[in-house]
């Protein structure tokens, strides 16, 4: 199956990097093509920068983004003279990057562009549906490293995301499944509703009542005040200094449900991870990713390689969702 087919019906989708030279370039290169042979009218953006044809960080190759006459883009306008096709501006939206103003256009005719996009969540899902409004059938928006979060303006209304990784993050074949499949789990943590309003950095709820506490040492005092589960809801992350703090507080983590905007904002090593969960502690999110698969690359940016077949298969056993090499022909899913 290919990954088009994989997304459904859903509206829009973000392409969700675990390290640079994962593939997420390449896997939104062969989802235009697909989508476009099928009629469908693309929007695109990106977190970041791509489209270039080295990556500005490592020096490396990179596939051009090929745009094909009615497609929409949102793209800063220091990037509309390499953008070699013909265009149409629609809107300037109050959206600004390092590179200037955001700029939305419809291609007049066919050829690369380089993208790039909102740096904030907060501006990500307006412009995902400005695109919509004028026109975009689908959005697909090309992520950044280290931006997961920005790919939580996505999931509303059906959005799903798609997770790449490769040999880049890891010489280690394990460790890169071991990571991948922790990524993969934190992204797709369970739902939870909101207890309450929110009183502080974290917000402790027990039945009926509700008690703020600006840091860990002062959720740590309230836990132990009280007795029986509870839910403490973050106002941002959760880092792992915090994590360590929360262990070493001195209060019963058990039954303990920790509860986050999405899973991006679990800002967590996999050991700090398991050991908050081996106390008792429960991760839920109050928006849930839709994952709707994870593709891998096989060839590092340092030179390094994983056997193709076999790192699909190790893989596929470790997460629950299907597995593409983008860049083998078919895109076999395992």
């Given at each position: 199956?290919?990954?088009?087919?994989?997304?459904?019906?859903?509206?829009?989708?973000?392409?969700?990097?675990?390290?640079?030279?994962?593939?997420?370039?390449?896997?939104?290169?062969?989802?235009?093509?697909?989508?476009?042979?099928?009629?469908?009218?693309?929007?695109?953006?990106?977190?970041?920068?791509?489209?270039?044809?080295?990556?500005?960080?490592?020096?490396?190759?990179?596939?051009?983004?090929?745009?094909?006459?009615?497609?929409l883009a949102a793209t800063a306008e220091?990037?509309?003279?390499?953008?070699?096709?013909?265009?149409?501006?629609?809107?300037?939206?109050?959206?600004?990057?390092?590179?200037?103003?955001?700029?939305?256009?419809?291609?007049?005719?066919?050829?690369?562009?380089?993208?790039?996009?909102?740096?904030?969540?907060?501006?990500?899902?307006?412009?995902r549906r400005l695109l919509t409004e004028l026109g975009a059938q689908r959005v697909l928006i090309d992520g950044a490293l280290g931006r997961r979060s920005l790919s939580a303006g996505v999931y509303e209304d059906g959005g799903v995301c798609v997770l790449c990784t490769g040999a880049s993050l890891d010489p280690d074949m394990e460790k890169v499944v071991a990571e991948t499949a922790f990524a993969a789990r934190v992204l797709t943590l369970p739902a939870a509703s909101a207890p309450g309003p929110e009183l502080?950095?974290?917000?402790?709820?027990?039945?009926?009542?509700?008690?703020?506490?600006?840091?860990i040492p002062s959720l740590c005092a309230a836990l132990r005040r009280g007795g029986g589960e509870a839910e403490a809801m973050l106002s941002g992350a959760l880092t792992d200094a915090q994590a360590l703090a929360l262990l070493r507080g001195g209060a019963k983590l058990e039954g303990l449900r920790l509860i986050a905007g999405d899973g991006s904002r679990y800002l967590l090593r996999r050991e700090s991870f398991e050991r908050l969960e081996g106390a008792g502690v429960r991760f839920t999110v109050l928006r849930p990713a839709r994952l709707a698969a994870v593709t891998v690359n096989p060839v590092s940016a340092g030179g390094w390689r994983f056997p193709p077949q076999a790192f699909r298969e190790a893989m596929g056993a470790a997460v629950p969702f299907p597995v593409l090499d983008v860049e083998a022909e078919n895109g076999t899913e395992l």
């Open positions: 199956m290919r990954l088009s087919e994989l997304l459904g019906n859903a509206p829009a989708a973000a392409l969700v990097g675990m390290c640079k030279n994962a593939g997420k370039t390449t896997a939104l290169v062969r989802l235009v093509r697909d989508f476009v042979r099928r009629g469908t009218v693309l929007g695109l953006t990106s977190i970041g920068r791509d489209g270039e044809g080295r990556d500005l960080v490592t020096g490396t190759d990179k596939p051009p983004v090929f745009m094909y006459e009615g497609m220091e990037l509309l003279p390499l953008c070699d096709v013909s265009r149409e501006i629609l809107a300037l939206p109050d959206v600004r990057t390092s590179l200037g103003r955001v700029v939305v256009f419809r291609a007049r005719s066919d050829g690369f562009v380089q993208l790039a996009g909102p740096s904030m969540v907060e501006q990500l899902g307006p412009l502080d950095r974290f917000t402790l709820y027990r039945g009926e009542e509700a008690a703020g506490a600006a840091d």
